[in-house]
């Protein structure tokens, strides 16, 4: 089994920035990908950010040049820097990891990120 938990929310300013932190433990082997969705209210959940095991990243376009994703492989954790922070980019947020080795998907609680206007 594989445990993620959120840090880093919270409440900024419009045009502020927040970053958030996921720390994966369990069961972790072989090639992963983490992750972040994120989901509004009233809204679906949606991919934000991505970055494999290997280092290869992938963002929404809604997100590009603002959010970037990072990981530590060694130490399995991933963060996403959000800078020029709007309000539509507040949503609840959730660390995910995908394990291609037993194909399961596994998930964070969320962490509350709130952007002002």
């Known amino acids: 089994q594989v445990q993620l938990v959120e840090s880093g929310g919270g409440l900024v300013q419009a045009g502020g920035s927040l970053r958030l932190s996921c720390a994966a433990s369990?069961?972790?082997?072989?090639?992963?990908?983490m992750g972040w969705y994120r989901q509004a209210p009233g809204k679906q959940r949606e991919l934000v950010a991505t970055?494999?095991?290997?280092?290869?990243?992938r963002s929404a376009e809604s997100v590009k040049g603002r959010f970037t994703i990072s990981r530590d492989s060694a130490k399995n954790t991933a963060s996403l820097q959000m800078n020029s922070l709007k309000p539509e980019d507040t949503a609840v947020y959730y660390c995910?990891?995908?394990?291609?080795?037993?194909?399961?998907?596994?998930w964070g609680q969320g962490t509350q990120v709130t952007v002002s206007s």
């Open positions: 995910t990891l995908w394990s291609y080795v037993s194909n399961n998907q596994y």
């Open positions: 369990g069961s972790i082997f072989g090639a992963n990908a």
């Open positions: 970055v494999t095991s290997g280092g290869t990243t």
